[in-house]
Every structure is written in C-alpha cells, then in structure tokens.
C-alpha cells in the first residue's frame, strides 16, 4: 500500500492512496478536528464509516463522495483486490463550513454526513492537476489550492440549487432532532442513489419512522412528497450536467437516473418549457 500526501494550503491537503492486496485491509482515522473530504474512487473499491457506524458507504472507480466529519473518526475498509486507488482532498471546516451548510450539509445533532455526489466520467482526467502535480513550489501549491477549491465548488453547485429550492426549512422547530437527523439520513441517502434509489421502506426505516410519519415529515420540511423531491434533485443534478458539457443528453439522462431519454425529456421540458437539446443550446 503506497501513501503521498500533501498540503497544500491553509486547511486543505491530498492523500493518495494506492493499494495492491492480497488480504483485507482496515484503518480509522482520526484527524483531530472538523473536516470535509472530497473522495474520488480512482480504481477498484474501498468502503467507509463515519463515526461509530460500520463501514458501508462504497467508492467505487469514478465516485465522488463527499463526507463531513464534525470531530469524528472515519474508517476505511478496502477489501482484497489486485488495485485500488483513491484521491482524497481534506478541508477544514473552518474553511469551507459555510458552503457546506450552503449545499445542505449542515452539521446534525450527533451525527455525521456522507454523500455521494456523482460520477466523474471523465475518470482521472480532470484530476490530472492534482495528480501530476508535484507541490515543490509555492507556485505549486497555489495551483493546487485553486484547483482543489474549484472542484469542491462543482460539485456542492447542484446541492445549494437544491438546498435553496427546499425553502431551507430543516431548521423549523416543529421538527424534533430526531426527525431531523432522520430526514437527513433519507436525503443523503437518495443524493448518494438518484439512478436506483432505496425502496420508502428503507428509507422509512432509515429515518426511524413509518412510512406515513417520513412522509408528514418531509412535507414539512421540503413542501414536498419524497419522489418528488427526489424528482427535482434528478433534474437539477441534470441541468448541471448540461452546462458542464461532455456528456451526451442520453448519457446524463442514464446518470441521473432517468429510465430513459424521452422520459427525461419530457420531465425536463415540463420544468423549463423546452428540451435538453435547447437548454444547452442557450447555456
């Protein structure tokens, strides 16, 4: 198992990690502080708990993942496999508290955050500034610094559109802490599986509630039912893959999660009075 890890400006650092195994390998990090990380899965796969819980977020090649840790240990699981990398870029909170909280990811009572925010198909490719980069300079590390900033920034940018759309009402107090820190276990988890999201019967049981109490619940806070809401996140997540370019309008209707390019068609001109093809077209 091979480590390079780096910092690279006030509050932020990289790790990269490189393991070929011939058994399991297990490890809990405890950074000492409140922090964010960006994962990106480079190759094979390596799965994660934050806190006490067991390890069972998966980074699979391609993920983005994104966890916030408020003074909690993080454990690393990678099972046996001939490779598997990962790129992790570490803030502090005190950096980037703010646009966390901006992107929905505000701290809950006792518990931590766990994302998945996407796929990067463009693979290694646009990690290229930082994985080529050397940091022997200042020059260097500013680079990288920006680089790394800018890549938060892409990709918390569909989670505040959505956080703003909600109405930012997680905050009501007709909600008890427990069934805030349900509702956000339910909407990690459908942000981290738009293309199959969990049945209402695991997401009722991953709040802690029944099914008619989640959906009580998540009117009052989102003013909406949960696959509606669900519905918006898609389509969100969809027009920020318009404006990024790369990807055809069928590959991003697959991506997030649409079961085909007419349904999302039809969704997208339902919202926005025109098509994929045309809303990219004006972008």
């Not at 918390?156 to 703003?164: D, G, H």
């Amino acid at each position: 198992m091979h480590f390079r890890i780096g910092r690279i400006g006030p509050g932020i650092s990289l790790t990269r990690s490189d393991c070929r195994l011939r058994g399991d390998y297990r490890s809990r990090i405890d950074h000492g502080g409140a922090i964010g990380v960006l994962a990106f899965g480079l190759s094979g796969i390596s799965l994660f708990g934050c806190g006490d819980a067991a390890p069972h977020h998966t980074v699979r090649a391609g993920d983005v993942w994104l966890f916030r840790l408020d003074d909690a240990p993080i454990t690393r699981v990678t099972p046996a496999q001939e490779r598997a990398g990962m790129l992790a870029v570490k803030f502090d909170l005190d950096r980037v508290g703010e646009a966390l909280v901006g992107a929905g990811l505000d701290r809950m009572p006792g518990g931590t955050r766990a994302v998945r925010l996407g796929r990067s198909e463009a693979g290694t490719n646009r990690l290229r500034p930082l994985l080529d980069n050397g940091l022997t300079s200042p020059l260097d590390r500013l680079m990288a610094e920006s680089t790394a900033l800018g890549m938060l920034a892409h990709w918390l940018a569909p989670l505040v559109t959505a956080a703003s759309t909600a109405g930012g009402t997680m905050g009501d107090g007709t909600l008890g802490d427990g069934e805030r820190r349900g509702l956000a276990r339910v909407a990690d988890l459908l942000l981290s599986n738009l293309c199959h999201p969990p049945s209402l019967e695991r997401l009722a049981e991953t709040a802690g509630m029944s099914h008619a109490r989640l959906n009580r619940c998540f009117r009052k806070a989102y003013g909406q039912t949960v696959f509606a809401w669900l519905r918006d996140r898609r389509l969100e997540r969809a027009e920020h893959c318009l404006r990024s370019g790369g990807q055809s309008v069928t590959e991003i209707a697959f991506l997030c999660g649409f079961s085909s390019s007419s349904h999302f068609a039809s969704a997208f001109r339902e919202r926005h009075g025109c098509s994929p093809a045309e809303f990219r077209r004006r972008c």
